[in-house]
């Protein structure tokens, strides 16, 4: 079954830096686009980021955008996340996600991050 297991949340500093990954299987990881989503408390679960099957295109959330960057290994099954100069508001439970059709889709456990000083 497909399974996707973020790790690398925690807690870092504002102005830090922040690596998340998500290893993933049970699907074939090279045909298929993959993003990262957060969820704040209180708030509606948002986009991140998005890579395409290949690697060559990526899309970012607004809130995000300048300070991320998305990025896959095909060979090893994973997604990365990288976040330079996180804030507080960028505290939140963070979820690698796979769309494997128009109704399916699959999403990790979750991992939190918590950017405070």
């Known amino acids: 079954q497909v399974q996707l297991v973020e790790s690398g949340g925690g807690w870092v500093q504002p102005g830090g830096s922040l690596g998340l990954s998500c290893a993933a299987s049970g699907f074939t990881f090279s045909n298929y686009a993959m993003s990262w989503y957060r969820q704040a408390p209180g708030k509606e679960r948002e986009l991140v980021a998005t890579?395409?099957?290949?690697?060559?295109?990526?899309t970012y959330g607004d809130s995000v955008k300048g300070r991320s960057t998305i990025a896959r290994d095909n060979a090893k099954n994973t997604v990365y996340l990288q976040m330079n100069s996180p804030k507080p508001e960028d505290t939140a439970v963070y979820y690698c996600?796979?769309?494997?059709?128009?109704?399916?889709?699959?999403w990790g456990q979750g991992t939190q991050v918590t950017v405070s000083s």
């Open positions: 890579i395409s099957s290949a690697g060559k295109s990526t």
């Open positions: 996600n796979v769309r494997l059709g128009v109704l399916t889709q699959h």
